[in-house]
């Protein structure tokens, strides 16, 4: 399982049925490609967010019905006709796209959350919207779920998002437990850091567990799959522990008996 930005779409999983593939592709196709916009490439951030405004009159062409020349948004606004999607957690995406762009820091865990509800939380409003499944108690759990796979990918990639100029550990954490920007920077594993990144390990384990309980009653593939993305996030944080928290030199991933764990967690749920 990649616990990353748009990697949670359950694309080629065998537990998505058939009927779905089309619609998840196409809304997949969506949010990697307006990803990219954001992160990929040597556009200046002007350039990035006119290329993602340009992303949201599409939608806006969608809303009023009107034909796009895309081929991706033709598909897309099929599908939003087809399962009477509502645009919103799409254009929350682009929010959270272009915030990328112009903010590298996080204040506080309230920022950081609300970024999560647009980076991650769409994702998985969709994906119950597809199900037909989203009503107010599986959102919220749904939400806290997504928040939460965002969290643990910000964990394990604290070295990738430094490269890229970027802390997603909020500041008054950092200042909280006296780790400077600059021992992100060099890479120091010691006390501090160490303390720090149980706490946010723990407090990113909470919030996963907050929403299990959607996965134990959803039925049938959509249950099993959910089953799975929880128990694969679950595993991430196990490695990071596992690791001392050095995310540093070896970025926490599953290998195959990792994915035995996962396998049997989900029985178990």
């Known amino acids: 399982m990649a616990v990353d930005h748009y990697e949670n779409f359950p694309v080629a999983s065998i537990l998505l ?25 040597n556009a200046t951030p002007d350039e990035r967010l006119a290329a993602l405004a340009a992303y949201e009159r599409e939608l806006d062409q969608i809303d009023v019905g009107a034909t796009s020349s895309d081929p991706m ?8 006709a087809q399962y009477r999607l509502r645009l919103d957690p799409m254009r929350d995406l682009l929010s959270a796209f272009k915030q990328d762009v112009v903010t590298q820091r996080y204040a506080d ?11 991650a939380d769409p994702v998985g409003r969709l994906m119950l919207a597809l199900y037909g499944a989203d009503d107010a108690d599986n959102v919220r ?3 806290a779920i997504c928040s939460a796979l965002q969290l643990t990918n910000f964990l394990q990639d604290v070295a990738i998002d430094l490269e890229k100029g970027r ?5 008054e954490d950092l200042a909280r437990f006296k780790v400077s920007e600059a021992a992100l920077r ?49 595993r991430i944080l196990d490695r990071i522990e596992h690791a001392g928290y050095d995310v540093f030199r070896r970025r926490p991933v599953l290998s ?10 989900a029985l178990r749920m």
Request: proline content about 6%; some cysteine; overall charge neutral.
């Open 256 to 265: 195959a008996p990792d994915w035995i764990m996962v396998g049997w967690g």
């Open 167 to 171: 802390i997603y550990i909020p500041l």
């Open 109 to 119: 865990y309230a920022s950081l959350l609300d970024y999560c509800r647009r980076s």
């Open 73 to 80: 948004f033709t598909r897309l606004a099929g599908v939003v």
């Open 141 to 143: 759990e749904s939400d």
């Open 186 to 234: 060099a890479g120091t594993v010691d006390a501090p850091f160490q303390a720090l990144m149980r706490f946010e390990v723990e407090r990113t384990r909470a919030l996963m567990l907050s929403g299990a309980p959607l996965a134990k009653r959803l039925p049938g593939r959509i249950g099993w799959e959910l089953r799975m993305i929880v128990q694969g996030g679950l």
């Open 17 to 41: 049925p058939r009927r779905l593939v089309p619609a998840v592709e196409a809304i997949y196709a969506f949010a990697r490609s307006a990803d990219d916009l954001a992160d990929e490439g």
